[in-house]
């Protein structure tokens, strides 16, 4: 059975950074790119990014390029995404995903971006 | 980038009645793929490479379209339908979602 297994909630302070992940298990890491999307509280579905496990390649939405950086631990069978330089616009719960078509999600991690 | 134009925004349908979602490209796709979340959840893949079934959804569910323009038709509004369904394409980086469709039932 494949899960994706993300980190817990997160409440962070403007300016900082947060790191969560995404722990795959039920398949072979490297085989599928780990995705990453972003959903603001009441709206919609937005793609930040993926990076492919094998090798460590990545690309980003533009809007995300120097918010988002995505990295992934193959001894672990971990994906990661750091946020730097938070604002409110950064509260949002936050999901990874692979498979050709989307096909399995992560249950979503909360950052909450709050002084 | 492509963008993804949803309308209805928002709906609220019989049950029984017939419901069609579509999803506006602003570039010719090869397929569309489209996903059901439910409040608190993740999203669930519900119908991919435009036309195909995710396993589980019912028959009810049919998926059409080319080029630019795609729908989602559900033939018999049930209860569980109630939820926000969003279009997705994957023809091009970077991927893009609709702004989604809240379906609501009457």
């Known amino acids: 059975e494949v899960l994706l297994q993300q980190s817990g909630a997160e409440l962070v302070r403007p300016g900082s950074s947060v790191k969560i992940s995404c722990k795959a298990s039920?398949?072979?890491?490297?085989?599928?790119?780990m995705h990453w999307v972003k959903q603001r509280p009441e709206q919609g579905l937005v793609w930040i990014g993926r990076?492919?496990?094998?090798?460590?390649?990545?690309v980003y939405a533009e809007k995300f390029k120097s918010k988002a950086t995505l990295t992934a631990d193959k001894s672990s069978n971990t994906a990661y995404m750091q946020l730097s330089s938070l604002t409110s616009e950064d509260t949002a719960t936050y999901f990874c995903t692979i498979g050709y078509y989307f096909d399995y999600w992560g249950q979503g991690v909360m950052v909450t971006v709050s002084s | 980038e492509i963008v993804l134009t949803q309308s209805p925004t928002t709906m609220a349908a019989s049950p029984g009645e017939k419901v069609t979602i579509t999803c506006r490209a602003s570039s010719s796709v090869s397929y569309m793929h489209w996903f059901q979340q439910k409040s608190g959840t993740s999203p669930k893949p519900w119908i991919y490479d435009t036309s195909k079934l995710a396993s589980g959804v019912p028959d009810r569910f049919s998926g059409s379209g080319s080029g630019t323009s795609y729908s989602l038709t559900i033939s018999s509004m049930e209860a569980e339908d109630a939820a926000t369904y969003y279009c997705?394409?994957?023809?091009?980086?970077?991927?893009?979602f609709g702004g989604g469709t809240k379906l609501e039932l009457k």
């Open positions: 990076i492919n496990p094998a090798n460590g390649n990545t």
């Open positions: 997705l394409q994957r023809s091009s980086y970077p991927r893009t």
């Open positions: 039920g398949y072979t890491f490297t085989d599928y790119y």
